[in-house]
């Protein structure tokens, strides 16, 4: 059971020496939105057997209908963790040594971009519509001077925050 | 050898059900950073248990006798 008593915030391909500085993901909008029509499906199921209890040939059909609800909420408890799953591996890590997006497109395919800190030239952050500026969320953008010359990061909570705090670890860096 | 249709549907539903269940705990537990991923694959594995029973009993206590006859 080791993986569950696994430094907090260890992650697979960490370097020796390497220590997290921070693990973000987009913001917990962004996962309470889908996971909201989930619950609503499950809620109208409920009362939707509510309703069709009240009818004469209830009786009859209860027995598959409890087996309809239970296949059902199965489904739903696939989907919301399908959702979650995404969700949580769609990370961005800021090490002392480098920055990893972990992008997960659907179970199998999986993107991982990376930049050293050494090679950042420029941040700049984006806040672009009422929600985002209500809610504190943002894009981040960083200019590079690796292979790849901009990396984008969307809908990171408190954006400024991380803006100021990869700045802070590349001046460590120096 | 004759194949039974509702045991070969039930059993490619099963099939699909346990890859993509078993897909889920894999990602969670390999590629989650730290160990709240790892708690989630757990809860996840639990409801999806006691989940999967419930729907084999309700199948089970299907009154299809009652369901199926001519009032």
């Known amino acids: 059971m080791s993986i569950f008593t696994f430094s907090k915030n260890s992650f697979e391909g960490q370097?020796?020496?390497?220590?997290?500085?921070?693990?973000?993901?987009?913001?917990?909008?962004?996962l309470a939105l889908p996971l909201f029509f989930v619950f609503l499906t499950a809620l109208l199921v409920i009362v939707l057997t509510f309703?069709?209890?009240?009818?004469?040939?209830?009786?009859?059909?209860?027995?598959?209908?409890e087996f309809i609800v239970s296949v059902i909420f199965?489904?739903?408890?696939?989907?919301g963790f399908y959702l979650v799953t995404m969700y949580s591996l769609n990370t961005v890590?800021?090490?002392?040594?480098?920055?990893?997006?972990?992008?997960?497109?659907?179970?199998?395919?999986h993107v991982i971009n990376e930049i050293q800190l050494?090679?950042?030239?420029?941040?700049s952050v984006k806040i672009m519509d009422f929600f985002a500026q209500l809610l504190n969320y943002g894009d981040i953008e960083i200019q590079s001077a690796?292979?790849?010359?901009?990396?984008?990061?969307?809908?990171?909570?408190?954006?400024?925050?991380?803006?100021?705090?990869?700045?802070?670890?590349?001046?460590?860096?120096? | 050898m004759k194949i039974n249709i509702f045991f070969a549907v039930l059993g490619t539903v099963l099939a699909?059900?346990?890859?993509?269940?078993?897909a889920i705990i894999y990602h969670l537990i390999r590629f989650g950073v730290g160990t709240k991923p790892k708690r989630m694959a757990l809860i996840f594995f639990i409801g999806s248990f006691v989940l999967f029973s419930i729907a084999i009993i309700t199948y089970l206590k299907i009154d299809w006798v009652n369901i199926i006859r001519i009032k």
Do not use: C
């Not at chain 1, 050494?118 to 941040?123: A, F, L, M």
């Open chain 1, 15 to 30: 370097l020796p020496g390497e220590t997290t500085i921070l693990v973000t993901r987009k913001h917990w909008i962004f």
């Open chain 1, 146 to 174: 690796g292979a790849v010359d901009k990396f984008f990061f969307n809908h990171l909570p408190h954006p400024e925050k991380i803006k100021n705090l990869i700045m802070k670890q590349k001046v460590g860096e120096i």
């Open chain 1, 118 to 123: 050494k090679n950042i030239q420029d941040i």
């Open chain 2, 16 to 22: 699909i059900y346990s890859w993509y269940t078993f």
């Open chain 1, 51 to 65: 309703w069709l209890s009240s009818f004469s040939w209830w009786e009859r059909f209860s027995s598959l209908w």
């Open chain 1, 93 to 109: 890590i800021i090490t002392n040594k480098r920055i990893i997006e972990n992008e997960q497109r659907g179970l199998f395919k």
């Open chain 1, 74 to 79: 199965l489904i739903l408890w696939n989907l």
